[in-house]
């Protein structure tokens, strides 16, 4: 059936205020189903633009069909959300798309069944990318100015310019050791993530301490450890490596998904147990992130707030109490404990 037609996904459009998202079941359906109006997912929501999958090589790359197929379907996608060029469009459709898969791994823990689904659809969208920045002219550049300028210039983080940094982490998924340091994006991606938490904590009026900053955070938190995870256990092995893999198996890897949310559950646990930032970085640590050391916790939070609420576009609300509190000297140690044993092991 694969080899008669096209395979893919259908894409869903959802508009959440002025923002507009994309994302899919990630369901195999054929590019004739497609075209002769389906236009459902089974669980009957609607879905709007198709998206070829990768499969393998013969399925793809080697395919005339599916090499017209993707062209026309980034083409009417890129027209709808506004998107000027091929190039802009592929940076952000896949991205979007991976990360969104992400998410939904780690949300469907609880079923393997329905993960594997989700991470084969993630693996296509990875082996597509890939595939795609090495033969599309100035893709791959424009995608190592992106995540290069993310790195080094804090102003590329900024809101402004990187709305979702999510698409920022899926961007790494594909590139390799020689092209990106994956210990210093790691230190520049988890600052943004502490400077857009701020925000959510003043609105939430949360007291400025360890235990209540991090309880408050915990599906940020819980994203950002997650993907973290994820990257770094896809690139355990070379990327060339793992893209052959990909091809072999074709794009299969329901084995793995055991093993990623088995891991996830004790990383996850550690950290729950721990009720601290403190285990939330240990385990970062563990992934590359280069610091902080636990003596740094408490100065952290408060550079965090002071340096938030230095910024424009929307990283801190200017009338709350935070905006104008000096934290320099506080130790949430004397109202919330440090270090304690949590509600012990899983």
């Not at 389906?38 to 879905?47: G, H, M, T």
């Not at 993707?70 to 996608?77: A, F, I, P």
């Not at 636990?294 to 935070?322: M, V, W």
Request: a positive charge.
């Amino acid at each position: 059936m694969m080899a008669e037609s096209i395979q893919g996904y259908g894409i869903q459009r959802t508009e959440q205020g002025r923002m507009t998202n994309i994302g899919t079941d990630g369901n195999y359906i054929s590019i004739d189903a497609f075209q002769n109006g389906l236009r459902q997912y089974p669980n009957k929501d609607a879905f709007h633009y198709f998206l070829p999958a990768w499969i393998n090589p013969e399925h793809a790359a080697k395919n005339p069909k599916w090499i017209t197929a993707v062209q026309w379907s980034l083409k009417k996608m890129g027209v709808a959300l506004g998107l000027t060029g091929f190039v802009p469009t592929i940076l952000y459709v896949y991205p979007e798309l991976m990360n969104t898969m992400v998410v939904k791994i780690m949300n469907a823990q609880s079923d393997v069944r329905a993960s594997s689904v989700v991470f084969r659809c993630l693996m296509n969208l990875l082996r597509s990318f890939y595939h795609l920045s090495l033969v599309v002219p100035g893709l791959k550049a424009a995608l190592l100015q992106k995540v290069g300028g993310f790195v080094t210039n804090e102003q590329h983080r900024r809101k402004k310019v990187t709305a979702n940094v999510g698409l920022i982490l899926a961007m790494t998924l594909i590139l390799d050791k020689a092209e990106l340091n994956w210990s210093h994006f790691l230190a520049a991606f988890e600052e943004e993530c502490s400077l857009r938490r701020v925000l959510w904590w003043q609105r939430g009026n949360v007291a400025i301490s360890d235990y209540t900053t991090f309880l408050s955070s915990e599906i940020g938190r819980n994203n950002v450890l997650f993907q973290v995870m994820l990257r770094s256990l896809l690139h355990e092995k070379p990327l060339l490596e793992r893209i052959a893999e990909l091809d072999r198996l074709h794009c299969n890897f329901e084995g793995d998904v055991e093993v990623i949310l088995r891991q996830w559950k004790a990383t996850s646990g550690r950290v729950e147990d721990g009720r601290s930032w403190l285990y939330y970085y240990k385990e970062l640590q563990a992934l590359g992130y280069p610091g902080p050391q636990s003596a740094d916790i408490f100065a952290q939070l408060n550079r965090c707030i002071s340096k938030a609420n230095s910024l424009e576009g929307y990283y801190h609300i200017p009338s709350t109490r935070s905006r104008d509190a000096d934290y320099s000297g506080y130790d949430n140690r004397r109202e919330e404990g440090y270090g304690g044993r949590g509600r012990g092991s899983r």
